[in-house]
């Protein structure tokens, strides 16, 4: 079997709707025809003995693949990953990561890894989300959680994502505050500055689920370029 494609999800934060807007990629690649694997690398946040991500991504994808690989850090605690793994007494290896990411290539056409909190996340104490977007050779999607502030915390991501040569492919807007003033026009203020496609504007969802009718994102607008 050929080896797959795929794509890194980044956030502006946390809690902006990565693994929704993950399992809406699945959905719309599967729908597309493609063989889809979501992996989480490194999930920080147990609840009742299960990770919520994983699971969710697990549940969106349409190949059967072990969990070692999907997610190859599980860490209970739901705080920063490097001191979750410090607490753990484990140290979060880039290439074990690369590995268990070589390993979806194989048996899926399309593989979307969800990176954990932001862009430049510290991993470990000398690594950070963009060293494994490099590893891993991924063009990125962006989440745009859309609230007060946004404008400036997407573009600084952006900046971040083109400071580490790798490309920006697209971005989602994902609207977190069901109050959020000027919301159009903060949309529209993305579009002009980040210089990469929109594929979708996700509204508010209280409780999403993305076993439920996720999303389909316009993913024929995705390109490739710095």
Request: with cysteine; hydrophobic share 50%.
């Amino acid at each position: 079997m050929g080896m797959g494609s795929g794509y890194f999800v980044t956030g502006t934060d946390t809690g902006v709707g990565k693994t929704r807007v993950s399992c809406a990629l699945l959905h719309a690649f599967a729908v597309a025809g493609k063989t889809v694997a979501g992996m989480k690398p490194v999930a920080a946040g147990c609840e009742n003995g299960a990770w919520p991500d994983v699971e969710l991504l697990a549940a969106a994808s349409s190949v059967s693949v072990g969990r070692e690989h999907i997610n190859p850090y599980a860490l209970v605690p739901p705080i920063a990953p490097h001191i979750a793994a410090d607490r753990a007494g484990v140290e979060i290896d880039l290439e074990v990561i690369r590995q268990a990411h070589l390993e979806l290539r194989k048996k899926a056409d399309v593989v979307i890894v969800e990176g954990a909190g932001g862009f430049l996340v510290p991993l470990n104490d000398h690594e950070d989300s963009a060293a494994l977007v490099q590893a891993l050779g991924l063009p990125v999607l962006l989440v745009v959680g859309m609230r007060l502030g946004c404008i400036n915390h997407a573009l600084l991501t952006a900046h971040a994502i083109r400071t580490a040569q790798v490309p920006l492919a697209g971005w989602v807007a994902n609207r977190i505050d069901p109050e959020m003033a000027a919301f159009e026009e903060n949309v529209l203020a993305l579009e002009r500055r980040l210089d990469c496609p929109l594929l979708g504007v996700l509204p508010y969802d209280q409780s999403p689920d993305a076993r439920d009718s996720p999303p389909l994102l316009d993913i024929a607008r995705i390109r490739i370029g710095f």
